[in-house]
């Protein structure tokens, strides 16, 4: 994890032949459909029109995912070193530039139809089902950790985090989701440490203020 936050700004260039996604109609299964058919419930549309395009652009989104993540292992990235730190690159990092590689229209053609069908509050709900809340979460830590955080660095960071949350639904689990995001969390700390924090001053106080409330808890 700690190689993949360092690849921010860093191209890398694999001699790797990136098979394409099939022409045929992705085969979409029943557990996607499911789960599609709950995201688009907890909009309560009373469109039924507009309910099923949104369900069927998650649903082909969902397998186009899963089908690249599946038929693209990270085996297909030489074992090469990080161009920044010279360390070698993980199974994660691997992973995660194979299947950065896959089709822009797979991002496109989900979003367009998200934009197009629903308002901006909709579309974060179905992003947020994507990524389990991840944003507002983070959010929260940071708040925690920052706890004289400015309305300016809030809004910073919450850009920054919108920005994984949108890059992450392109990524089939939480393990790389959750990759993604430390991304753009490593993005957030260094804007802080840019603009006169001290993240890491700053996280060593929080862990000590938690594990003192922990002991205060255990003593009474």
């Known amino acids: 994890m700690k190689m993949l936050k360092k690849l921010i700004g860093v191209v890398v260039i694999v001699a790797v032949t990136v098979q394409p996604l099939s022409a045929q109609p992705p085969l979409i299964d029943t557990a996607v459909v499911k789960k599609a058919t709950e995201w688009v419930g907890s909009l309560k549309l009373n469109d039924e029109t507009k309910a099923e395009k949104v369900k069927t652009a998650i649903a082909t989104h969902l397998t186009a995912v899963r089908d690249w993540h599946n038929s693209h292992p990270y085996t297909m990235i030489p074992e090469g070193i990080n161009p920044t730190t010279g360390g070698k690159l993980s199974e994660m990092d691997r992973q995660i530039i194979i299947c950065s590689a896959k089709p822009r229209s797979v991002h496109d053609n989900l979003m367009n139809v998200l934009r197009t069908e629903l308002?901006?509050?909709?579309?974060?709900?179905?992003?947020?089902?994507?990524?389990i809340g991840k944003v507002a979460f983070t959010l929260q830590g940071y708040r925690s950790i920052v706890p004289d955080l400015t309305a300016k660095e809030e809004a910073e960071i919450l850009k920054n985090l919108k920005q994984a949350r949108e890059q992450a639904i392109d990524y089939k689990n939480m393990k790389e989701i959750s990759a993604i995001f430390e991304i753009y969390k490593t993005k957030c700390e260094?804007?802080?440490?840019n603009n006169g924090r001290n993240w890491r001053q700053l996280y060593k106080a929080y862990v000590d203020r938690v594990n003192a409330e922990k002991k205060a808890q255990k003593q009474n």
């Open 119 to 131: 308002d901006s509050s909709q579309v974060e709900v179905i992003l947020d089902k994507y990524t």
């Open 190 to 193: 260094q804007y802080l440490n």
